[in-house]
């Protein structure tokens, strides 16, 4: 059984398969890099926070696609530890989009019944946007429906970095054997602590980097790139990415 897609008209079969999701197979956990907001805007002559307006609502869209495909989670790499490099008026229209976007959707996740979590150094935010963001994960702590994870002042070799330092702390406090540390033991020292690992990883805007992003939790997940500029991404792109990675998970019969 497939979700069909009603509204568009089908050329063949073939056609027609390139535009559902197959049940089986679909990707417990997906993680996007949201790139290409700031080419988006600069190709239209507009500033890069038009950009950005328009990215977060495809974050919206992309939520309402995950929910209908009944994927487990999804995380969102909202804001990287490197951006703290781009210009301050960036930063600062940035660090008041998770406010924006929850006075818009709030409603309609609660309705939904996803659960709003967030990975990262989440100490260094401005207070403003950590109000916001804690409202949130409190209105949704008790959903049990989509994970939705954003990844907020987040970098992969922070994340390791910080879980090394804990383990550490607990050796040296003798709370912890040596000899007792392997991988299972370290996911929980890791802001995913708890999350399943990514099935699927999608980068658009064309660049084929991970950047930073979920090194360890990514060791053995399907990466899949397309050209299309995040705030282009749709329900069609998003169905083309799964459907992607299906075929490499089609077992052809075989365990
Ligand atoms: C903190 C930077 C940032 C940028 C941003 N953009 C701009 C660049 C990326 C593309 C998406 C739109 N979005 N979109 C939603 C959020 C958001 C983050 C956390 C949260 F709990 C709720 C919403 C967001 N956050």
Not at 105 to 118: G, I, W
Not at 217 to 223: G, I, K, P, R, W
Request: glycine share 6%; aromatic share 10%; hydrophobic share 40%.
């Amino acid at each position: 059984m497939s979700i069909k897609l009603p509204f568009l008209r089908f050329k063949d079969k073939q056609e027609q398969e390139k535009n559902e999701v197959k049940e089986k197979n679909i990707p417990d956990h997906v993680a996007i890099i949201m790139d290409g907001n700031g080419r988006w805007a600069k190709k239209r002559g507009l500033p890069r926070v038009a950009g950005h307006k328009e990215g977060m609502e495809a974050v919206q869209n992309v939520v309402r696609s995950a929910n209908k495909f009944h994927i487990s989670t999804l995380t969102l790499f909202a804001f990287s530890t490197e951006n703290w490099q781009r210009p301050k008026s960036e930063v600062d229209f940035l660090m008041r989009m998770p406010s924006q976007f929850f006075q818009k959707y709030l409603p309609e996740l609660l309705e939904k019944n996803v659960r709003v979590e967030t990975i990262g150094d989440f100490d260094r935010l401005p207070e403003h946007t950590k109000k916001a963001v804690v409202n949130a994960k409190e209105q949704t702590k008790n959903n049990d429906g989509l994970l939705l994870n954003f990844a907020l002042n987040y970098g992969g070799r922070l994340d390791i970095v910080q879980a090394v330092r804990k383990v550490a702390a607990e050796v040296e406090g003798k709370r912890l054997l040596v000899e007792e540390i392997d991988d299972q033991l370290f996911n929980d020292y890791l802001f995913t602590k708890g999350m399943a690992e990514p099935d699927l990883l999608i980068r658009t805007s064309g660049e084929k980097r991970i950047s930073n992003f979920m090194l360890w939790q990514c060791a053995y997940s399907e990466f899949w790139f397309t050209d299309v500029l995040w705030p282009d991404f749709d329900e069609k792109v998003f169905i083309e990415a799964i459907n992607a990675y299906q075929q490499r998970k089609r077992r052809f019969g075989t365990v």
